[in-house]
């Protein structure tokens, strides 16, 4: 089973400022790598699939990269609409299907 | 617009059995393979169980293999989880969601709102 470890667990930001989310792979999964966002009480939505490519509706200011084992999502100018928490996923060797354990971004 | 209605959700005992099912809508449910993917309360996602467009291809996740069974009925839009054995730490909200086609991998690109299921005596 492949192993996701986000860090850091938790983010203290300012609105207006950027941000970048790591993610670690415990072995190569290759650019089948995606990151949700999840507020509370509400379902994940989809960011980033395949790595760095941007799911529909999803605003420019996020971005992702990385490939192998280490990805990041960057958040270039937080909004207020951004704090919440971000979890990447993996589905380069599965079954399992795996997630990272999330970071929260909090004010 | 898409939709999936997740129900089913409830109280229920250890060792007991309940049957959750997800509506869907707004697209052409029988092309899209899905999944299960469940949360505990204050945890992060695990993924659950996986049934392709034809049901050709069934995963599970080893905590719940031999316990659970994932099915779908394309003609009613519907998909489904049969959870039996149920155990304390199977209590979660429990998602429905659809695999992206433009992923070359499995990602997830609609979620239903969830519905909890806690399993104690």
């Known amino acids: 089973e492949i192993v996701m470890t986000q860090s850091p667990a938790t983010l203290s930001v300012s609105p207006g400022e950027g941000v970048t989310l790591s993610c670690r792979a415990s072995?190569?999964?290759?650019?089948?790598l995606a990151w949700y966002q999840q507020k509370p009480g509400q379902a994940p939505r989809l960011l980033i699939y395949?790595?760095?490519a941007r799911a529909t509706g999803i605003p420019a200011r996020f971005s992702g990269s990385g490939s192998g084992t280490e990805f990041t999502l960057t958040i270039s100018s937080l909004q207020s609409e951004d704090f919440a928490v971000y979890y990447c996923?993996?589905?380069?060797?599965?079954?399992?299907?795996?997630f990272g354990g999330g970071t929260k971004v909090e004010i | 617009e898409v939709q999936l209605v997740e129900s089913g959700g409830g109280l229920a005992q250890p060792g007991g059995s309940l049957r959750l099912s997800c509506g869907a809508s707004?697209?052409?449910?029988?092309?899209?393979?899905m999944s299960w993917v469940r949360q505990a309360p204050g945890k992060g996602l695990e993924w659950v169980s996986y049934?392709?467009?034809?049901?050709?291809?069934?995963y599970y996740a080893d905590s719940v293999k031999g316990r659970f069974t994932i099915s779908r009925d394309d003609a009613k839009n519907s998909l489904y989880l049969q959870m039996n054995s149920l155990r304390a730490e199977d209590t979660a909200v429990y998602y429905c969601?659809?695999?992206?086609?433009?992923?070359?991998?499995?990602?997830?690109?609609?979620w239903g709102q969830g519905t909890l299921i806690t399993v104690s005596s």
């Open positions: 996923q993996q589905s380069n060797n599965w079954p399992p299907l795996t």
């Open positions: 072995q190569s999964v290759k650019s089948n």
């Open positions: 395949d790595a760095s």
């Open positions: 707004g697209f052409p449910f029988r092309s899209y393979s």
């Open positions: 049934i392709s467009s034809s049901s050709t291809t069934i």
């Open positions: 969601a659809r695999e992206d086609t433009r992923s070359s991998g499995c990602s997830f690109d609609y």
